[in-house]
């Protein structure tokens, strides 16, 4: 069964960073994009970062260009989102989550839409302080 599980998650100040990472199981990524949502107290889950199958395409909301990375290791079958400057705006639970398909199309927004995506994980909380 296909199993992805996030982990890194912690309360931090204004400022500070973290490293997010989302191990999966039961299937190669090798052939699938994959992402990062957010979803705060009273918030509607947000798209935060997308990434193709070979990592050449990425892709961030406005909210976190400059701020936030996303990687992955198809070796180790695991996507990071590294997250600096963070801001207490950016509290909320962190998912991954797998695309059934290697990229997006040329063009598309289809990264920003949850409904993209097949499987998700249990998320990790993210709090910072001011």
């Known amino acids: 069964q296909v199993q992805l599980v996030e982990s890194g998650g912690g309360l931090v100040q204004a400022g500070g960073s973290l490293r997010l990472s989302c191990a999966t199981s039961?299937?190669?990524?090798?052939?699938?994009?994959m992402a990062w949502f957010r979803q705060g107290p009273g918030n509607e889950r947000e798209f935060v970062a997308a990434?193709?199958?070979?990592?050449?395409?990425?892709y961030y909301a406005d909210s976190v260009k400059g701020r936030f990375t996303i990687s992955r290791s198809n070796v180790k079958n695991t996507v990071n989102l590294q997250v600096t400057a963070l801001k207490p705006e950016d509290t909320a639970a962190y998912y991954c989550?797998?695309?059934?398909?290697?990229?997006?199309?040329?063009?598309?927004?289809?990264?920003?839409?949850?409904?993209?995506?097949?499987?998700w994980g249990q998320g990790t909380q993210v709090t910072v302080s001011s």
């Open positions: 990434i193709d199958w070979n990592g050449r395409n990425t």
């Open positions: 989550a797998l695309a059934p398909i290697p990229t997006y199309p040329s063009g598309s927004d289809s990264y920003t839409r949850s409904a993209e995506y097949v499987y």
């Open positions: 039961g299937r190669s990524i090798t052939t699938s994009a």
